[in-house]
């Protein structure tokens, strides 16, 4: 016989991202999260982390779960990101209720130290040694008060720059000022 209606699947898996100018409210809501879950999980999450705070472009990984009938919203049953570049937050739904786990992620920071030889552009070279291009410029507009570079530093001129660096166990790495 044929089937009244479409089954539903009992879980449904939605990845969002946090974008820019929005607030998790808003993105939770447009992944299908219903009311009354998003503003539990926005509290759990407020709670552990500044809601402004939350990196911007975090990759939301969102499981929503089977709803009594077609006339609710699926109710959230799991909601993970990374929150900050040290801190993963993970909200699951234990016995109906949502629970907020922090989940820390080991930070090494360590100061980088580049060296290079200037060559035809000191910005070109620190570049192509690996220096980010704001690091770069900050540290040519440091040195600009007391250097003619078009005088001072020939081709054969070294240079050594160290920054603050952080390098999360994931592998992703952040930099900081020089």
């Known amino acids: 016989p044929p089937l009244a209606e479409t089954p539903e699947r009992p879980q ?21 999260v219903g009311q009354a879950d998003a503003d539990a999980a926005v509290s ?16 939301l990984d969102i499981v929503l779960g089977r709803r009594p009938n077609k006339t609710v919203a699926r109710p959230l049953d799991t909601l993970a990101f990374r929150a900050a570049f040290d801190l993963r937050l993970a909200i699951s739904r234990v016995n109906g ?3 907020l786990k922090q989940i820390p992620i ?13 060559g ?10 690996g220096v980010p291009a704001n690091l770069v410029a900050d540290f040519i507009t440091a040195l600009s008060f007391g250097v003619d570079f078009q005088r ?9 720059i160290i920054f603050e ?3 999360a166990e994931t592998g992703e790495t952040e930099v900081g000022k020089l």
Request: glycine residues 10%; proline residues 1%; positive net charge.
């Open 152 to 160: 001072d530093v020939g081709s054969n001129a070294k240079f050594d």
């Open 120 to 129: 035809s552009s000191l910005y070109k070279s620190a570049r192509a040694a």
């Open 106 to 118: 080991a930070v090494n920071e360590a100061p980088l130290r580049i060296t290079g030889t200037v």
């Open 44 to 59: 759990l999450v407020s709670g552990a982390i500044g809601l402004s705070s939350i990196n911007r472009g975090a990759a």
């Open 165 to 167: 660096h952080r390098l």
């Open 12 to 32: 449904i898996e939605v990845a969002a991202t946090l974008g820019q100018g929005t607030d998790l409210q808003r993105t939770l809501r447009n992944a299908g």
């Open 97 to 99: 209720e949502l629970r």
